[in-house]
């Protein structure tokens, strides 16, 4: 089965500085998806990226932007400029490419505290 | 843009007491799923649906049932609601694409005291 460990329960950053969030997965697939989920205190769930894991290029969106490492299986989080509406609790999550496994597997969760 | 509905919001119960959380999509998704995301955790599947009366368990099955007779609505039952249900629970769907995220809805808050 297929497991997603967030090693930092809780992370802090200046705004407009930049903050790395972690996130490590164990899997024996060769092809998968990895996301980042952001939960503000709304309760809302809202994507912040996606990575398919057979593309090398890291995918970015904005000021988001991650760095891939498929052989060590990381899957990093960078906010760059880091504002106060990014305040939330992040959540990395795994999403096999095999037929028929549709379910998304959660890590447990890093909560970013942006210092004004 | 409706999107994934969960109803209610907030929910208390009574041990032994029973309801049922709502969900419905009006994005015609094949695939359906419930989540619980107990304090300070990440989300555990419950129960998920890749179409219209199929339905089949996730990590966290027991003490809860699903059915699915159409494509838009996915309703959770709990029956003998236990204080190891308290959650905030979560309705999500999908299209039939894997590398597509899920769709969250807001999400129901349920005590059980």
């Known amino acids: 089965a297929q497991t997603v460990t967030q090693s930092q329960p809780e992370m802090s950053v200046q705004e407009a500085e930049t903050v790395t969030l972690s996130c490590t997965y164990d899997t024996s697939e060769s092809d998968y998806y990895l996301f980042w989920y952001k939960q503000p205190p709304s309760r809302q769930m809202i994507l912040v990226i996606r990575?398919?894991?057979?593309?090398?290029q890291n995918a970015t969106e904005n000021r988001f932007s991650v760095n891939f490492q498929k052989a060590a299986k990381s899957f990093s989080l960078k906010i760059s400029d880091s504002q106060l509406g990014d305040a939330a609790m992040y959540f990395c999550?795994?999403?096999?490419?095999?037929?028929?496994?549709?379910?998304?597997?959660f890590g447990q969760g890093t909560r970013l505290t942006i210092n004004p | 843009n409706a999107g994934v509905t969960q109803t209610p919001k907030f929910r208390i119960l009574k041990i032994g007491q029973s309801m049922t959380l709502q969900c419905t999509q009006d994005?015609?998704?094949?695939?359906m799923y419930w989540y619980r995301q107990d304090p300070g955790m990440g989300l555990k599947l419950i129960y998920y649906?890749?179409?219209?009366?199929?339905?089949d368990k996730g990590e966290v099955p027991n003490g809860y049932n699903v059915s699915r007779s159409t494509t838009e609505d996915f309703p959770l039952r709990l029956e003998l609601a236990a204080p190891s249900q308290t959650s905030v629970y979560f309705c999500?769907?999908?299209?039939?694409?894997?590398?597509?995220?899920?769709?969250f809805g807001s999400g129901t808050q349920l005590s059980v005291l």
């Open positions: 649906s890749v179409g219209a009366g199929i339905t």
């Open positions: 999500a769907s999908s299209p039939s694409l894997s590398r597509i995220s899920l769709f």
């Open positions: 990575q398919e894991a057979y593309k090398q």
């Open positions: 994005m015609n998704h094949n695939y």
């Open positions: 999550a795994y999403r096999s490419a095999r037929e028929g496994a549709q379910k998304l597997v």
